[in-house]
Nanobody, 121 residues
Framework: QVQLVESGGGLVQAGGSLRLSCAAS????????MAWYRQAPGKQRELVAT???????NYADSVKGRFTVSRDNAKNTVYLQMNSLKPEDTAVYYC???????????????WGQGTQVTVSS
């Protein structure tokens, strides 16, 4: 069964905005680090942002100042607000939930099915 479900992708013009959502089961949401990844055609998957259970975010340098990751604990949902979008942001965006033990990822690792973000010039 799908336990992470992304939504909010679409086609926007450069400079526009999109807000992605990732709904998770509560058992995963409260025990795992939440993250957003993306993968563009011909490129490796890259980490975009993470957010801790305490709400502390981290971002890839390429999106700092433009993207904001947040979480709503009552709704078991993580968001990625994307502003000032650029054509190079075009990719499939994936929600991820992973568990850390002493700083290392465990086998508990969940992925959404992905949502397409296309930014036209």
């Amino acid at each position: 069964q799908v336990q992470l479900v992304e939504s909010g992708g679409g086609l926007v013009q450069a400079g526009g905005s999109l807000r992605l959502s990732c709904a998770a089961s509560r058992s995963i949401f409260v025990t795992h680090v939440m993250a957003w990844y993306r993968q563009a055609p011909g490129k490796q998957r890259e980490l975009v942002a993470t957010i801790t259970s305490g709400g502390s975010p981290n971002y890839a340098d390429s999106v700092k100042g433009r993207f904001t990751v947040s979480r709503d604990n009552a709704k078991n949902t993580v968001y990625l607000q994307m502003n000032s979008l650029k054509p190079e942001d075009t990719a499939v965006y994936y929600c991820n939930a992973h568990e850390l033990f002493m700083g290392r990822r465990t086998i508990s690792d969940y992925w959404g099915q992905g949502t397409q973000v296309t930014v036209s010039s």
